[in-house]
């Protein structure tokens, strides 16, 4: 509907059966979020939102109260519809390239950056990843693979940095093409990891900081090995899925306080806790949801596994 009316939304997910409401409640970043950041940066203008307080009354929420109802998983109320940011519609194309070393791989990743119009989405996978992706052309396994969405004006320069660091391997001009990119990012090719090696079980942990291109071999020391890296560009630097063998719940929670002491941010997806404006949400929830009915468990001061937040995305 926005691209039919010229419009381009500021950020939407990976996951392609989202709704709107359901991002906003659940996700936090995904295509977009390199220019826009979070949906907590302004990407939300407001929102119907129907506590479950017995009143049957349903209330317009904007600014800074917004900030109890974005990413708290529907726990202080339900959200009815909301308005969202939009920018005029640009032409985007689907940018493919390779490289043979991770250093080469990185050196493209973080000029993106530079480009004077932000891309709005840049995927990379190590070759160990690169088989599983569902890219719509057969990809080198043993090459690393980056993945942009890049406005018109900047294809060539992108093709350009990619063919002098590595080899371009593709661009896709269709709309849909894009779309489909973007089912290959964040969290996803971990799952096509998964489920191409259905023998092992893998787990990943959501990271970001400048370690994962500068001392990617810290990053991978944390777990027991091998461990893969699949990397997203994010405003200020890169974020990482750090991909391990999984070896148990201990080993898991272990890696968190060593990847802080790296300078490596961390959100754990291994828990299912509201782990966002906690206090706000308690405070909100205790009018809009006295009786403790929407999403019940989810929204606790004091959880019993470790939900940190700083991973930087902002």
């Known amino acids: 509907m926005g691209r039919a009316a010229g419009r381009d939304i500021w950020m939407y997910p990976s996951t392609k059966s989202s709704t709107v409401g359901g ?25 119907l939102v129907a506590p479950m307080d017995g009143s049957g ?4 929420i904007t600014g800074d109260e917004l900030d109890a109802y974005i990413h708290t998983y529907g726990v202080t109320g339900i959200l009815v519809d909301v308005e969202i940011r939009t920018d005029p519609a640009r032409d985007w194309a689907a940018v493919y390239g390779s490289f043979a070393s991770y250093a080469d791989l990185v050196a493209v990743h973080r000029s993106l950056l530079d480009l004077p119009q932000l891309p709005r989405l840049a995927s990379a996978d190590e070759p160990a990843l690169v088989p599983t992706l569902t890219a ?9 693979s980056l993945r942009v969405i890049a406005e018109a004006s900047t294809v060539a320069e992108v093709e350009r940095r990619m063919a002098t660091g590595g080899e371009h391997v593709a661009t896709l001009t269709d709309y849909t093409e894009t779309d489909r990119l973007s089912g290959m990012s964040y969290n996803h090719p971990i799952w096509f990891f998964q489920r191409g090696n259905p023998d092992r079980t893998f787990f990943h942990m959501e990271s ?3 370690p994962i291109w500068d001392d990617p071999d810290a990053v991978r020391e944390v777990y ?3 461990v893969h890296l699949h990397l997203e560009l994010f405003g200020h630097g890169p974020g990482a ?17 060593k990847l802080d002491a790296i300078g490596v941010g961390v959100h754990s997806p291994h828990q299912w806790y509201v782990d966002r404006n906690v206090e706000l949400a308690i405070e909100t929830a205790r009018v809009t949801d006295p009786k403790g009915l929407l999403n019940p468990g989810k929204l606790t001061a004091a959880p019993p596994v470790d939900t940190r937040v700083n991973i930087g995305v902002r």
């Open 23 to 47: 991002f906003i409640g659940g996700g936090s970043a995904g295509t977009g979020t390199i220019e826009h950041r979070t949906t907590a940066d302004g990407f939300v203008v407001s929102a």
């Open 57 to 60: 009354d349903m209330r317009r």
């Open 136 to 144: 719509p052309m057969t990809l080198d396994p043993t090459r690393f």
């Open 208 to 210: 970001g900081g400048t």
């Open 224 to 226: 027991d090995g091998p």
């Open 241 to 257: 899925m750090i991909v391990a063998e999984y070896r148990g719940e201990e080993a898991v929670l272990a890696g968190i306080p």
